[in-house]
Each structure stands twice: as C-alpha cells, then as structure tokens.
C-alpha cells in the first residue's frame, strides 16, 4: 500500500496547518496581547508572546503534518520553494487558494469568538492586521514597510531553504522555522505587524475593513517579491545539494 499522499490530503494538511497558523497567531494578537484585569493590572502577552505565539505555531503544525505536504502554510513560501525548484509550479495554485481558504475560516472563528465581548468591532481594534503610515503600531512609512516585508520574506525562505537542504543537519526544520519566525515578529511587529504571509493578511482583514483591505496590496506583493528573490537566487549563492522537501526534513 503506497504511503504516498494524495493531493487531496496534502491540501487538507495545508488547510490545518493554515488554520492553526493564523487561529493562534492573530488569536494571540486579538485576543491576549492587550489584557487588563479588574484592577487594571497588565496581564496581556504583549509583542513578545505574540511573536511566540506565530512560531509556536509553525514549529508545531509542522511537525503535525508537514510530512503530509510539507508544511508551506504561506503562499510566498510556496512560491519561494517553486522558484528554487524544491516544489512544482503547476501546484502552486491548490496550495495558494487552500492556504488563502483557510486564513479566512481561521478569521471567521476568531471574529466570533471576539465578538462575545459586548461592544467588540474589528476595524476599531484593527483585528492583527497589517499596515503602514498611520495603521503602522510605529507609524512607518510605506517605504519602511515594503522593504521590512521583503527582506524579512526573502530572510524566512533563505532559513527554510537551509533547514531542508540534504547538507543540514535532519530533524530540526520545524524547530528552525519556527524560531525565525518568531524572530521575524520580534523585528517587525512595530513596523507592518508583521505579515510575511499573504494568507495571514487576508484573512482579518476582510474582517477589518475599510483601510486594512485598501493597504493589503503590500502585504500580498512584498512578502511574495522576497520570497521569490530568497527561491531563486538561494542555490547562487549557497549552493545546493539535492532538495530534501520538508516531508523528509522533519525526520530525524
């Protein structure tokens, strides 16, 4: 019986994996970043559990079920990883349009959830979405945010493309992606709220409305235009063994 999974089920991998992804990432920003209690005591996770929080994220669905599909989770690293050969461009689309889906229903649990608070609104408290100028936390500008997204894109898939070259060590790609992003966040929370993932920006911002979906274009150019520069100049400038996907890089 082959062990070999079906497209179906690598795209129901992608699915959870995105799910969980933008669930407990943007649920940690909506929900716990900002907590008071009834003697007006922070107690809110603040940005540093929130940055956890993302790569907790990764590091655990990807142990979970990037055996199953390799646990991309992103469109700009299914991108990236089809640039530098290590994925096929023909499916690139199913990946891209589940990982999308799946930011959305993630966006739809929270909202609800959210929402069970008296007087809740997601364009009022922004809802973890992305921005620049005055929807920046630091109030960057446009220029600061695009090249925040693209370098720190292009840095995530460089990690990626390392962790699953046959060269490094086996078992620790969940473990190194999932500390880069949380790295990633501690950087650039201030700057764009950090994106670095289509999917993530789009699914609370259809929620969020108004300007958060008028500045989502950055969010889906930037982090696919690093992504693509990390993909295709990687075996360039490092040079490559053969490709290890992360279905074999997450076994030790």
Same mark, same amino acid.
């Given at each position: 019986?082959?062990?070999?999974?079906?497209?179906?089920?690598?795209?129901?991998?992608?699915? *959870?994996?995105?799910?969980? *992804?933008?669930?407990? &990432?943007?649920?940690?920003?909506?929900?716990?970043? /900002? #907590?008071?209690?009834?003697?007006?005591?922070?107690?809110?996770?603040?940005?540093?559990?929130? $940055?956890?929080?993302?790569?907790?994220?990764?590091?655990?669905?990807? @142990?979970?079920?990037?055996?199953?599909?390799?646990?991309?989770?992103?469109?700009?690293?299914?991108?990236?990883?089809? $640039?530098?050969?290590?994925?096929?461009?023909?499916?690139?689309?199913? @990946?891209? !349009?589940?990982?999308?889906?799946?930011?959305?229903?993630?966006?739809?649990?929270?909202?609800?959830? !959210?929402?069970?608070? !008296?007087?809740?609104?997601?364009?009022?408290?922004?809802?973890? =979405?992305?921005?620049?100028?005055?929807?920046?936390?630091?109030?960057?500008?446009?220029? $600061?945010?695009?090249?925040?997204?693209?370098?720190?894109?292009?840095?995530?898939?460089?990690?990626?493309?390392?962790?699953?070259?046959?060269? %490094?060590?086996?078992?620790?790609?969940?473990?190194?992606? +999932?500390?880069?992003?949380?790295?990633?966040?501690?950087?650039?929370?201030? /700057?764009?709220? =950090?994106?670095?993932?289509? !999917?993530?920006?789009? &699914?609370? %911002?259809?929620?969020?409305?108004?300007?958060?979906?008028?500045?989502?274009?950055? #969010?889906?150019?930037?982090?696919?235009?690093?992504?693509?520069? %990390? +993909? #295709?100049?990687?075996?360039?400038?490092?040079?490559?063994?053969?490709?290890?996907?992360?279905?074999?890089?997450?076994?030790?």
């Amino acid at each position: 019986m082959s062990t070999t999974p079906t497209t179906a089920q690598r795209l129901a991998a992608e699915f *959870l994996g995105t799910f969980v *992804l933008v669930l407990g &990432g943007c649920g940690s920003a909506v929900l716990a970043a /900002v #907590f008071l209690d009834d003697a007006d005591t922070q107690l809110g996770i603040g940005f540093l559990g929130v $940055a956890l929080a993302f790569g907790l994220t990764v590091t655990t669905m990807a @142990y979970a079920v990037g055996h199953v599909s390799g646990g991309h989770f992103n469109p700009a690293v299914t991108l990236g990883l089809a $640039a530098s050969r290590r994925f096929t461009w023909r499916d690139c689309g199913a @990946y891209i !349009a589940t990982q999308v889906v799946a930011a959305i229903v993630a966006a739809t649990v929270l909202y609800v959830i !959210a929402s069970g608070v !008296a007087g809740f609104s997601a364009s009022e408290s922004g809802f973890a =979405t992305n921005g620049y100028g005055d929807r920046s936390p630091g109030g960057y500008s446009l220029l $600061a945010c695009a090249v925040a997204e693209v370098v720190l894109t292009a840095v995530f898939l460089f990690v990626i493309l390392g962790i699953t070259d046959t060269r %490094a060590p086996k078992g620790f790609a969940p473990l190194a992606i +999932g500390l880069s992003l949380t790295l990633i966040h501690l950087v650039s929370i201030p /700057v764009t709220n =950090t994106s670095v993932n289509p !999917a993530r920006s789009i &699914g609370p %911002a259809l929620f969020a409305g108004g300007d958060a979906i008028a500045q989502l274009w950055l #969010f889906i150019l930037a982090p696919i235009a690093g992504a693509l520069l %990390a +993909g #295709f100049s990687y075996a360039a400038l490092l040079g490559q063994g053969p490709a290890a996907p992360l279905e074999e890089a997450t076994e030790g």
